[in-house]
């Protein structure tokens, strides 16, 4: 198991382990997001289509256009995401039953099994109970309620990205931080820019990053992806893209080098294709964003396995998340992410971790004995 290393504010994310079953699940609690921290500023230099986006001085023309690419791909998954989402709502609204679903049985078993895989068990009917240690499954009305909200955050990511007064900045590395021991306690870490690194003294701001005591910077450790903090001199929000991000990816992976297709997908998690490509880190990271989502903006949460408190990262531990806290889902910034990249492989059923297709894991039907199928019954009055 890869050790958890994680800064104090809006650090993030990088591969979680898959943990044991939801069912020993005891309890959990958010984590409070908070701190803003200081940044190096950097002249623009992008494309027309995302005009508010400038680089680091650290990136390479290559890395540059990796990442406008993968820019691109967020578009990608935040349309399709927002498409599959339009489906969801409109059958939740007019209440269709399974037995009605007709020619689309395959897309509703798919997003009614992601969506309560990573979001929020459903109460489909009065006989629908909790899973074991965990909440209330949410009703219709809630659940229309959170369709509607996930959507509108898509649709902000979406509109914000091309905005020439986004104000956003993607560093390469961040080697222009450094830890300084004489700064620090045993509860944080203080990381002051290294004035070396700046062409000139205007770079400077005032502040320190500060992080958690176990936290590190993408040159002190492989096991972090990316991180972001916002510039309290320029309001800018900035985002550090690790090193070893883009060498995982070659700088060069796409999510669409992967077509939507199951026979394609076989035996991929949503982690291999989380980590294949820079756009499930950086859309990650983009969702902390306040200049991206505004009060929308969400944190890397936390829920209690066994009395130790554990980051909601990596598909299994959303669905974790999901059981316990189905409250913080649309405030956890995996979440978010992973649930978008589902949507993009929208041909896959994601609820077992794995690509599942064409018989999903959970169907919403049975066969009797005699042959005959069978349909569950949604009390979509509940």
């Not at 979001?119 to 899973?131: D, E, M, N, V, W």
């Not at 369709?147 to 560093?171: G, N, Q, R, S």
């Not at 492989?345 to 049975?366: I, N, T, V």
Request: charged share 25%; hydrophobic share 35%.
């Amino acid at each position: 198991m890869r050790a958890l290393l994680w800064p104090l504010f809006f650090f993030n994310t990088f591969a979680s382990p898959l943990e044991p079953l939801r069912e020993l699940i005891e309890d959990g609690a958010p984590v409070n997001s908070s701190g803003q921290a200081s940044g190096l500023l950097v002249k623009r230099d992008w494309p027309l289509q995302y005009p508010g986006i400038e680089f680091g001085q650290k990136c390479t023309d290559k890395q540059k256009e990796y990442v406008k690419v993968q820019l691109d791909e967020i578009q990608v998954m935040m349309e399709k995401s927002i498409s599959q989402l339009d489906i969801l709502q409109d059958f939740i609204a007019t209440r269709r039953q399974p037995r009605t679903w007709g020619s689309q049985e395959g897309v509703l078993t798919r997003l009614y099994n992601t969506w309560v895989s990573y979001i929020a068990q459903i109460k489909f009917s009065s006989g629908t109970l909790p899973i074991s240690g965990g909440a209330e499954p949410t009703s219709w009305d809630d659940t229309a309620r959170n369709v509607k909200k996930l959507k509108e955050i898509y649709t902000k990511i979406y509109e914000a990205l091309p905005e020439a007064t986004l104000d956003l900045v993607i560093h390469c590395s961040d080697d222009f931080f450094a830890y300084q021991d004489d700064m620090s306690t045993d509860q944080r870490r203080e990381v002051p820019p290294l004035e070396s690194k700046f062409e000139s003294p205007t770079e400077r701001t005032d502040e320190d990053i500060v992080i958690a005591a176990n936290g590190r910077l993408c040159h002190e450790s492989n096991a972090v992806n990316a991180w972001r903090f916002q510039n309290r001199v320029t309001l800018k929000d900035e985002i550090c893209i690790c090193p070893n991000t883009f060498q995982r990816a070659g700088t060069k992976n796409e999510l669409a080098h992967f077509a939507n297709n199951p026979a394609q997908l076989i035996d991929k998690t949503l982690n291999d294709m989380y980590f294949w490509a820079v756009a499930g880190p950086l859309l990650h990271e983009l969702t902390h964003s306040v200049r991206v989502l505004g009060d929308d903006r969400t944190g890397d949460q936390m829920y209690t396995y066994r009395s130790t408190s554990l980051h909601a990262y990596g598909a299994h531990r959303i669905g974790s998340l999901a059981v316990v806290h189905p409250e913080l889902s649309l405030r956890n910034a995996d979440t978010v992410a992973y649930f978008a990249l589902a949507m993009y492989y929208s041909m896959c059923d994601w609820s077992k971790l794995e690509c599942a297709g064409p018989k999903q894991p959970q169907e919403y039907w049975q066969t009797t004995p005699a042959g005959r199928k069978y349909y569950y019954y949604f009390d979509l009055l509940i």
